[in-house]
């Protein structure tokens, strides 16, 4: 880390120099994210002036790791989606339980996802899985080039380290492919990429730009809602466009919020009438229930050891709130009292991802306030889990013409095709108590040193 610290001060120091004073040259970077259309809701994805930086090594390690992590997560959702008893410990809704526990006609238990990892002092901790919204992954490379052609990078780099884009968004278009040819397909598919539309607003610039993304591998891909689907003669399609393949961009309980079973592309699927990336077996991934399966030695002592001892590293320690006894590290506890009595090392989070109810860290919180966050909790749909503190570092921020340098949170984001790592993103959000939206993301680039 010392190595990195190192550059990052090196890269901050320039901001003096005469050149970089004068920030004409991020007025044009930003103009560039937007003649990128690297925007969404109107705003910069990135408004800052510096990448995330991750030393080889790191890379290494995290390629590594998460690709374990992502085997292991292969080998236990049978084991999931084979039991009622595990499938309730999810909270998830009836139907999207049914749904769940239709054979995708794929092996993985995602084509494409990212995690969230926290990298601190050679280890790999996962926060998250987010299978099907894949935040960041079309802008990843776009971000990269930009910032790669920055002067000031230049100046960065010259005489004292290489930089290099980590990853190529290129391997989404193979690893859906791949997952074409398990399914049983034959000829160049016809893909939709399946997200719900806002009121008044269009496509998602990320979904145009995906569907951008497989036009250059030579596909022919549109951005779809679920409203614009029928299901005809085992087909499903929009006007006169045929669907082989569903991208989905939208989790079941938003599709189940607004139609019923009946939906066409859920009949189509259980037919398995259309290829979908992710399957609805991914969905088990947006409660962090999961976590208190994957963390779960009654359940992981089922899997190859590799694969327990990756969980045991990398998951953290996660219990759905009740008034109930449990395990932690080989001892039993009642689950409120251990709860209420080692605030400083654990978090209440909402059960799902989606969820607007607040986050309570232990280390942030007074007592008082931790025991009405465990009331809440008890009363909720809530988990608990072991809280392991954000990496921090001081991003300089370029917004209505003014620089300031913040301290942010970074959670880095591998990207996971087919059980492999091509990429990652950083996501930023600030350093300071009650904030989990995210301000930024940041390309990660790779720093080695001449």
Known sequence: MAQLDEAVARYHKLFESQGARDLGWAEALQERMREARLVESGRLVAPILRPHFLAKHQQTTLIRAVETFSAALDEIEPIITGSPALMSRLQMLPAEKLLAQIPSGQSRFSITSVMDAHLTNGSVRIGGIRPNMLPAVAYSGALSDLFLDLPILKEFRRGHYRISKMGNPKQLLLAVLKAWKEFGGKTAPRIAILELKQQFSGESTESLLLAELFARGGLCARVLSPDQLEYQNRTLHSG?????????????????????????????????????????????????????????????????????????????????????????????????????????????????????????????????????????????????????????????????????????????????????????????????????????????????KI
């Open 240 to 448: 006169d466009f045929d669907i082989d393949i569903v991208f989905r961009r939208t989790s079941a309980q938003q599709l189940l919020v607004r139609h019923d079973l009946s939906h066409p592309l859920l009949e189509a699927y259980r037919d398995r009438a259309v290829c979908m990336v992710n399957g609805f077996r991914s969905e088990l991934a947006h409660r962090l229930a999961f976590f208190e399966l994957l963390t779960d030695e009654a359940i992981t002592t089922k899997l190859a050891a590799v694969h327990r001892k990756v969980l045991s590293q990398m998951a953290p320690w996660t219990r759905v709130m009740a008034h109930v006894k449990t395990r932690y590290r080989g001892t039993t506890i009642d689950l409120p009292d251990f709860v209420l009595n080692n605030r400083e090392r654990l978090a209440l989070r909402p059960n799902e991802h989606s969820s607007e109810e607040p986050t309570f860290v232990g280390l942030e919180t007074d007592r008082r306030q931790w025991g009405r966050a465990l009331q809440l909790a008890l009363q909720s749909r809530y988990v608990v889990q072991e809280y392991s503190p954000a990496l921090t570092g001081i991003f300089p921020i370029y917004q209505y013409g003014d620089l300031q340098m913040r301290e942010m949170q970074i959670s880095v984001h591998p990207h996971v095709f087919a059980g492999e790592v091509h990429g990652a993103s950083a996501v930023l959000r600030p350093a300071s108590n009650g904030v989990t939206s995210p301000l930024a993301i940041a390309p990660v680039l790779l720093l080695e």
